[in-house]
Structure formats: structure tokens, C-alpha cells
């Protein structure tokens, strides 16, 4: 089974890391002065508290957004923004997505987890909630259980043409990463089509 040190921070949290580090820099506050503030101060909701942060004291709407909902929220996540907090969660995520009625999937999950670090040593794998992206410098694949019986292993290959087996998600023409898909059923299923559209999914992303 993965463990947490098969994980790596998500992007998106690192950005909310560095967000909290400039905040101060940025805004004459920092996250506990901020959340102090808003509450001491703000309006008693949070989408009133969000209005107000960009109207009354011109802060640009993210900062908003993301002030608002920490200030409001009794029991904030922290997977979304510490990353010890997020690499426990990303575990979590993981065993969701594959819960008992799902198990028989979880090989398949891991087999195509190790194939994706094969690539090189700079893939990354960044668990959601409902998949797990991987990443290079981008998303280059993605591992999804779309349903009890099988695995879509997406890929982003712009300009290439889709076939019986390599299906298109319409990721292309909605500028989505995930462009084109392959349903995973069995071990067998992970053959060299689909470590042929893997790798050339991480070339395309050097």
C-alpha cells in the first residue's frame, strides 16, 4: 500500500503556504492578526466578511476569500494549507477513494502509481479527494476509480488523435489538463499501449 512519503505537498497548498508567509509583507497583517481582526471587527458571516474585506478594505478577492472562510470556519481543515496536516490527509484520500467495495481496484491503483514514478524522479503524485494528479512541472496524468469496476488512468496528449481504447475526455477543448483516458479493468490493462501514452504524457511536460 502507499504510505505518506509516497505523497508530495500539493501544489495548491503550497501556494496557500506561501500566501501565509507574504501575507504580513503584503497587508500590514498577519493569518492570526487577520483572523482576529475579521472576528473582533468583520461582519458575523462569512460571505458578509468576504464582501467586506474587498469593498471596506480593499483587499484583492482571494485574500478575501481565503481570510473570510479561516476566520469563519469553527473547525478549519488544514489539509489545505499545512502540509504535514495535507500529507497525512492525502492517505485519507487515497483509502476513501477505495473503500471495501472498491478493493479489489486498489492493485491496480498502486500498480499504476508505481508506473507513473517510473517515469522519472521528478513525478510527483499530489492525492485529491476523487483522484490522484500527477504531476511534473504539470498535470501529466491523473488516476481516477470512476466506477465499481475500473480505473481511468487519464493523460494529457494534446493534438492526439483519440482511437477505440484511448478515449477523449473533451479536457482538450475545454483547456482542461486530462485530455484522454484509459479505462483500467485488470492487471492486464497496464500493457504497453498504456505505458507508451504515459511516457509520452511526461515528455510532453518537460
Not at 58 to 75: D, F, P
Not at 159 to 180: F, Y
Request: hydrophobic share 40%; with cysteine; charged share 25%.
Amino acid at each position: 500500500m502507499s504510505k505518506p512519503n509516497s505523497y508530495s505537498v500539493h501544489p495548491g497548498v503550497q501556494m496557500m503556504v506561501d500566501w501565509v508567509a507574504t501575507l504580513k509583507a503584503k497587508t500590514g497583517r498577519d493569518l492570526v492578526q487577520w483572523l482576529k481582526f475579521i472576528r473582533v471587527q468583520g461582519p458575523a458571516t462569512e460571505k458578509a466578511a468576504r464582501e467586506w474585506l474587498k469593498t471596506t478594505l480593499k483587499l484583492g478577492s482571494n485574500t478575501a476569500w481565503w481570510l473570510a472562510e479561516r476566520a469563519h470556519n469553527v473547525a478549519p481543515r488544514g489539509w489545505d494549507w499545512e502540509p504535514k496536516v495535507y500529507l497525512k490527509q492525502a492517505v485519507a484520500f487515497v483509502d476513501a477513494q477505495y473503500p471495501p467495495r472498491k478493493a479489489h481496484l486498489r492493485p491496480l491503483y498502486e500498480a499504476l502509481l508505481q508506473l507513473g514514478f517510473a517515469q522519472g524522479k521528478d513525478v510527483k503524485a499530489c492525492p485529491c479527494k476523487t483522484m490522484v494528479p500527477l504531476y511534473r512541472n504539470h498535470v501529466f496524468a491523473q488516476i481516477k476509480p470512476t466506477t465499481l469496476t475500473r480505473i481511468d488512468l487519464g493523460f494529457c496528449l494534446r493534438g492526439v488523435k483519440a482511437t477505440s481504447r484511448l478515449k477523449s475526455t473533451g479536457g482538450e477543448k475545454k483547456g482542461d489538463r486530462i485530455t484522454h483516458r484509459i479505462e483500467i479493468k485488470q492487471p492486464t490493462d497496464i500493457d504497453a499501449e498504456v505505458k507508451k501514452y504515459l511516457r509520452q504524457a511526461y515528455a510532453a511536460d518537460g
